[in-house]
């Protein structure tokens, strides 16, 4: 299996668990996997970025503009901003509720996300998922990392089994929160299923 996944958003979304999860499941199929990270001014609510390749075309970790089949965007503004990474056969899924910038409480700029939407909507096929109410069973939104990988196993476009993820959350999780975090990818993983039938 070849697949590249472009997963972003801002410091303290748990995007790096995603990826680390996701890589680990792809060596448990048998693949081979290159990752890497840009955390930038992560603890800061800035950008972070992870790249996990799979497959044996990957000579490097990091994506090349156009290369990427997936991306998991924790935020609608840094889906748009790392757009170019995405192919044209690409898949997008967004978190819907936006994380406002510092910028916006100073000077209430009414960004809310929707603008970013609509873009993300009209340039290629995007799966939009509220990550407050996808999460609002298990009393935070810090289980839609987990919930977002979900929907995109549940997708198919991922090529990892559900089973196998599963474990690696049961491997990589802290014992207490472990259940939680199952029950939240399988709350993802129903609506990736859902949106692949349509």
Known sequence: MNKDILICGVGGQGTVLASKLIASAAMQQGDTVHSAETIGMAQRG?????????????????????????????EPSEAVRNLNYLNKDGIVIVNSVPVKPTTE?????GYDGTEMIGFLKKKCNTIVVDAEK?????????????????????TKKLGLSKEVVMAEIE??????????????FMAGYEIGDREKGE
């Open 46 to 74: 800035g950008s972070v970025t992870s790249h996990v390749r799979i497959g044996d075309r990957a000579f490097s970790p990091l994506i090349p503009n156009g290369g990427a089949d997936v991306m998991l965007a924790f």
């Open 105 to 109: 409480s100073l000077q209430e700029t």
């Open 134 to 154: 996808l999460c609002e069973p298990f009393g935070s939104s810090r289980y839609f990392n987990v919930a977002i990988l979900g929907v995109a196993v549940g």
């Open 171 to 184: 491997a990589r999780v802290p014992a207490k929160f472990i259940e939680t975090n199952k029950q939240a």
